[in-house]
Nanobody
């Protein structure tokens, strides 16, 4: 049974930082591209970042230069470092796994975590 468990969310002031983690189990982690998505109230789930199992990273434009995705294959964990946070970053953040090399649409992902809330106050 595949499980993805996010942690690290919370309430932070604008300009602050958070580090999200996603621990994976039940899959061959090093063979999966891992993605982060977010969903704000009343909005669709949107792509944030991905890190490919064969190397390479991709970000959505609004987070470039502020967010950093990384992975530790030995620990089956993917991270998302959030710096210079803005109120518009407020959302539930989800990690997801796919065997596809590049996938920015939610329906291209096979497995999802339960999400972790990030709230940025102004």
């Amino acid at each position: 049974q595949v499980q993805l468990v996010e942690s690290g969310g919370g309430l932070v002031q604008a300009g602050g930082s958070l580090r999200l983690s996603c621990a994976a189990s039940g899959l061959t982690f090093s063979f999966y591209t891992m993605g982060w998505f977010r969903q704000a109230p009343g909005k669709e789930r949107e792509f944030v970042a991905l890190i490919r199992w064969i190397g390479g990273i991709q970000y959505t434009d609004p987070v470039k230069g502020r967010f950093t995705i990384s992975r530790d294959n030995a620990k089956h964990t993917v991270f998302l470092q959030l710096n210079s946070l803005k109120p518009e970053d407020t959302a539930v953040y989800y990690c997801a796994a796919t065997r596809q090399r590049t996938a920015v649409n939610p329906n291209e992902y096979d497995y999802w975590g339960q999400g972790t809330q990030v709230t940025v106050s102004s």
